[in-house]
């Protein structure tokens, strides 16, 4: 089974600041995607950004990159230029290419940002 | 709209008094599955489905039931629901194959039993 491992229960960040989550997941194979998920206050589960392990490049999504280092088994999120409305819950998610299709979730990093 | 819709949004309820957690999808997706948030332990699955009348036990499913009778429903019963069955439900859903991979979520229930 996947295992997904978020080490930051929380993070605090000031406006306007970089803030790096980290994300750790342990897979014996070679195609499946990662995400990561962002949940505010509303409890809404919004995807912040997508990964396809067999793409070498780092996905971007305007503010929102990550650090897939596929060897390494890691998949961070930085979040640039923070804003007020970026404090949430974020989830690391791991899903395979394989038969059961599983979506497989870290624990979360509340991530507060101090204005 | 494309969307994930989840009923009630939140219930509270008695041990043992029977419960159904409905679960809708305009998508047309052949996946579907649902998942509890607690925390500290993030979202775990609970049970998923393929396509209609194919369903598979997920994580957590001890106390919980599924069905897939239609492509768009996919209900979560609680034959007789315990206190440690409080918690966030989420019902998602995704195409089974090609797609980006990502899973639509349904906006939770909260669910308390006392």
């Known amino acids: 089974a996947q295992t997904v491992t978020q080490s930051q229960p929380e993070m605090s960040v000031q406006e306007a600041e970089t803030v790096t989550l980290s994300c750790t997941y342990d897979t014996s194979e070679s195609d499946y995607y990662l995400f990561w998920y962002k949940q505010p206050p509303s409890r809404q589960m919004i995807l912040v950004i997508r990964q396809e392990a067999y793409k070498q490049q780092n996905a971007t999504e305007n503010r929102f990159s990550v650090n897939f280092q596929k060897a390494a088994k890691s998949f961070s999120l930085k979040i640039s230029d923070s804003q007020l409305g970026d404090a949430a819950m974020y989830f690391c998610a791991y899903r395979s290419a394989g038969s059961d299709y599983k979506l497989s979730f870290g624990a979360g990093t509340t991530v507060t940002v101090r204005a | 709209e494309a969307q994930v819709t989840q009923n009630p949004r939140y219930l509270i309820t008695v041990t043992g008094k029977k419960l159904t957690v409905t679960c809708s999808q305009n998508?047309?997706?052949?996946?579907m599955s649902w998942y509890r948030q607690d925390p500290g332990l993030g979202l775990r699955q609970i049970y998923y489905?393929?396509?209609?009348?194919?369903?598979d036990k997920g994580d957590v499913p001890e106390g919980y039931k599924v069905s897939r009778k239609e492509k768009r429903n996919f209900p979560l019963i609680l034959e007789s629901p315990s206190p440690n069955q409080t918690s966030l439900y989420f019902c998602a859903s995704s195409p089974w194959a090609g797609g980006t991979g990502e899973l639509f979520f349904g906006e939770g229930s909260r669910l308390t039993v006392l």
């Open positions: 489905s393929m396509n209609v009348e194919v369903t």
């Open positions: 998508m047309n997706h052949e996946y």
